[in-house]
């Protein structure tokens, strides 16, 4: 052991089999080994309980222990296997002790926070501690932020305030003699403002947030401090397209997640957004299924107008719940290269597309791997399904199918094995492994280690 130099005792530490745990332990053999671990043991936090919790809170009272962090995930933050009640578990997360905490992390990164911690966030204090233009982040995700008052908080909190140049000269001398009579001029006041390296955002299932009162100045005051967004999940919000005039020209976005969101329109600053806006997507998702209920009424051009509007570079494109995605439609772009790249596919809920079709649309999709045909009529039909499997394409190793259907599927068809994950029914083949080929809610960084809810809402929900 005294022997391992500190390059090397930092490869072994960094082997991702070994868990936060074990680091822990080996920052223990000796004082070599901590000075080696300890910043790796630090680099990526999860927490997953209050016990968890409160270690971290005292640890980042050290600041050299929270120089060391760059993401805090508390997506997963729970009391279930803690022993503790709900709100014992609650009132340990005081606001303006967990503002302190996100405040003295200044290398942070990226910040995950789930809905079992919404009731801290609605103090103004952590909303200003995130949103401040010093820090360093780069990724914000907030998952399930339903709660009114935290609605209300964050509409106070961005809402714009004015003040005439004069005022504010006045409050900088400390006095307000000289301008009373005088002509005044508006000047936007904030108390917030955009972290500079700020471009992957997620408000995944944030359904209360208001578009008037919250995603109108937030994406204003992007574009007018000139961030650059390259991940953005909207899915599950009520926002609608008047939206993206908001957005144009602020982006060079590779991901885009606008699932579940019917408030959207055809023939509306979407379509212009998608089509000016996103010449690097390397990943969309248009899904307007939810739960086999509803879907989209986007007219056959408009639809014509996204598909066309992408690139060779799209690996991974969701158009569920599109009435007017139908045969007609798909023929016209049979031939055309916009998908050669095109790995992940998914015309769930779209009933007006045969078979014979499909397949000759399959034939320009040489790379594809994942296909998501649940809730169409080609897998709703268990007679049908046997001829489905065997025409497509041999590439294809994934096909997502109903998991709604009230007939039992075979478990086997062939070469195809059936398997399922939470509400998620699949057929693969060639001993592949169909559970994590296809992420609903999107992944804000490549290779990302995923909290187990934040699992859930990817993979099996």
Same mark, same amino acid.
């Given at each position: 052991?005294?022997?391992?130099?500190?390059?090397?005792?930092?490869?072994?530490?960094?082997?991702?089999?070994l868990?936060?745990?074990?680091?822990?332990?080996?920052?223990?053999?000796?004082?070599?080994?901590?000075?080696?671990?300890?910043?790796?043991?630090?680099?990526?936090?999860?927490?997953?309980?209050?016990?968890?919790?409160?270690?971290?809170?005292?640890?980042?009272?050290?600041?050299?222990?929270?120089?060391?962090?760059?993401?805090?995930?508390?997506?997963?933050?729970?009391?279930?296997?803690?022993?503790w009640?709900?709100?014992k578990?609650?009132?340990?997360?005081?606001?303006?002790?967990?503002?302190?905490?996100?405040?003295?992390?200044?290398?942070?990164?990226?910040?995950?926070?789930?809905?079992?911690?919404?009731?801290?966030?609605?103090?103004?204090?952590?909303?200003?501690?995130?949103?401040?233009?010093?820090?360093?982040?780069?990724?914000? %995700? *907030?998952? =399930?932020?339903?709660?009114?008052? +935290?609605?209300?908080?964050?509409?106070?909190f961005?809402?714009? !305030? &004015?003040?005439?140049k004069?005022?504010?000269?006045?409050?900088?001398q400390?006095?307000q003699?000289?301008?009373?009579?005088?002509?005044?001029?508006?000047?936007?006041?904030?108390?917030?403002?955009?972290?500079?390296?700020?471009?992957n955002?997620?408000?995944?299932m944030?359904?209360?947030?208001?578009?008037?009162?919250?995603?109108?100045?937030?994406?204003?005051?992007?574009?007018?401090?000139?961030?650059?967004?390259?991940?953005?999940?909207?899915a599950y919000?009520?926002?609608?397209?008047?939206?993206?005039?908001?957005?144009?020209?602020?982006?060079?976005?590779?991901?885009?997640?606008?699932?579940?969101?019917?408030?959207?329109?055809?023939?509306?600053?979407?379509?212009?957004?998608?089509?000016?806006?996103?010449?690097?997507?390397?990943?969309?998702?248009?899904?307007? %299924? *939810?739960? =086999?209920?509803?879907?989209?009424? +986007?007219?056959?051009?408009?639809?014509?107008?996204?598909?066309? !509007? &992408?690139t060779?570079?799209?690996?991974?494109?969701?158009?569920?719940?599109?009435?007017?995605?139908?045969?007609?439609?798909?023929?016209k772009?049979?031939?055309?290269?916009?998908?050669?790249?095109?790995?992940?596919?998914?015309?769930?809920?779209?009933?007006?597309?045969?078979?014979?079709?499909?397949?000759?649309?399959?034939?320009?999709?040489?790379?594809?791997?994942?296909?998501?045909?649940?809730?169409?009529?080609?897998?709703?039909?268990?007679?049908?399904?046997?001829?489905?499997?065997?025409?497509?394409?041999?590439?294809i190793?994934?096909?997502?199918?109903?998991?709604?259907?009230?007939?039992?599927?075979?478990?086997?068809?062939?070469?195809?094995?059936?398997?399922?994950?939470?509400?998620?029914?699949?057929?693969?083949?060639?001993?592949?492994?169909?559970?994590?080929?296809?992420?609903?809610?999107?992944?804000?960084?490549?290779?990302?280690?995923?909290?187990?809810?934040?699992?859930?809402?990817?993979?099996?929900y």
């Open positions: 052991m005294k022997s391992l130099s500190l390059e090397l005792i930092e490869l072994i530490a960094a082997n991702r089999c868990s936060s745990k074990d680091k822990a332990n080996l920052c223990q053999v000796n004082n070599q080994f901590y000075y080696a671990v300890t910043h790796l043991l630090y680099k990526h936090i999860m927490i997953n309980s209050p016990r968890q919790y409160l270690l971290l809170k005292a640890s980042v009272q050290n600041r050299y222990l929270a120089s060391f962090v760059h993401r805090l995930d508390f997506s997963s933050y729970t009391t279930r296997g803690s022993r009640t709900e709100e578990a609650k009132s340990i997360i005081i606001a303006e002790e967990l503002a302190d905490l996100i405040s003295r992390c200044d290398q942070l990164q990226e910040l995950f926070v789930g809905e079992e911690m919404m009731h801290a966030f609605v103090s103004p204090k952590i909303i200003q501690s995130i949103f401040n233009h010093q820090n360093r982040l780069r990724t914000i %995700d *907030f998952t =399930g932020f339903c709660d009114r008052s +935290f609605t209300t908080v964050m509409a106070d961005f809402k714009p !305030s &004015t003040l005439s004069l005022e504010m000269l006045a409050l900088e400390g006095g003699d000289g301008y009373e009579g005088q002509e005044q001029e508006p000047l936007e006041l904030s108390n917030w403002s955009i972290p500079k390296e700020l471009a955002i997620s408000f995944y944030c359904m209360a947030l208001s578009q008037e009162h919250f995603f109108i100045p937030f994406f204003d005051k992007i574009r007018s401090s000139g961030n650059q967004l390259t991940r953005l999940d909207l919000t009520q926002i609608t397209s008047s939206l993206f005039v908001h957005l144009q020209n602020t982006t060079t976005l590779t991901h885009l997640n606008l699932q579940g969101c019917h408030s959207l329109s055809c023939c509306s600053p979407l379509i212009s957004f998608l089509q000016n806006n996103c010449s690097k997507l390397i990943e969309l998702n248009l899904n307007m %299924d *939810f739960n =086999g209920i509803g879907g989209s009424r +986007f007219c056959h051009d408009c639809i014509t107008k996204i598909l066309e !509007s &992408t060779t570079a799209m690996q991974s494109l969701d158009m569920g719940g599109h009435t007017n995605l139908d045969d007609h439609l798909l023929s772009l049979i031939g055309q290269h916009h998908f050669s790249q095109l790995r992940r596919f998914s015309i769930a809920y779209c009933r007006n597309i045969s078979l014979e079709v499909l397949q000759r649309f399959l034939v320009g999709l040489p790379n594809l791997f994942y296909l998501n045909l649940a809730r169409t009529p080609l897998t709703i039909d268990l007679s049908c399904l046997p001829r489905v499997l065997n025409r497509l394409s041999i590439g190793k994934v096909i997502e199918i109903s998991p709604f259907t009230p007939k039992r599927y075979p478990i086997q068809l062939s070469e195809w094995k059936l398997s399922s994950q939470g509400r998620r029914t699949y057929y693969s083949r060639d001993s592949v492994d169909p559970k994590y080929i296809y992420s609903k809610k999107m992944l804000m960084l490549d290779n990302q280690i995923l909290s187990p809810m934040n699992k859930y809402w990817c993979y099996s």
